[in-house]
């Protein structure tokens, strides 16, 4: 079992920038791939970015550019900088760790960028 935290969210004004944390705790194993979900009221939760413990790194086209995900492997935790944030980026977001056919998510972080 992986437990997961995140934080970070919160309330910004378009332009403006936030970094999410999402602290992994239990049986992690090596090999392991980390990643940021969102989802808006009414839509489907999405990829964001994700990123394998060997640093390999995935983006959405929408934040390539203004987003980085990173992760510190001996602290077990992955961050995600989000910079000229726009209002469309308004969504619950989630951690979420995967290994092999095991994977275990976050409970969410509210982001909330304001025109």
């Known amino acids: 079992q992986v437990q997961l935290v995140e934080t970070g969210g919160g309330l910004v004004q378009a332009g403006g920038s936030l970094r999410l944390s999402c602290a992994a705790s239990?049986?992690?194993?090596?090999?392991?791939?980390m990643g940021w979900y969102r989802q808006a009221p009414g839509k489907q939760r999405d990829l964001v970015a994700d990123?394998?413990?060997?640093?390999?790194?995935n983006y959405a086209d929408s934040v390539k550019g203004r987003f980085t995900i990173s992760r510190d492997n001996a602290k077990n935790t992955m961050y995600l900088q989000m910079n000229s944030l726009k209002p469309e980026d308004t969504a619950v977001y989630y951690c979420?760790?995967?290994?092999?056919?095991?994977?275990?998510w976050g409970q969410g972080t509210q982001v909330t960028v304001s025109s």
């Open positions: 990123i394998t413990s060997g640093g390999s790194t």
């Open positions: 979420k760790y995967s290994h092999l056919l095991y994977s275990s």
């Open positions: 239990g049986n992690i194993f090596s090999g392991n791939r």
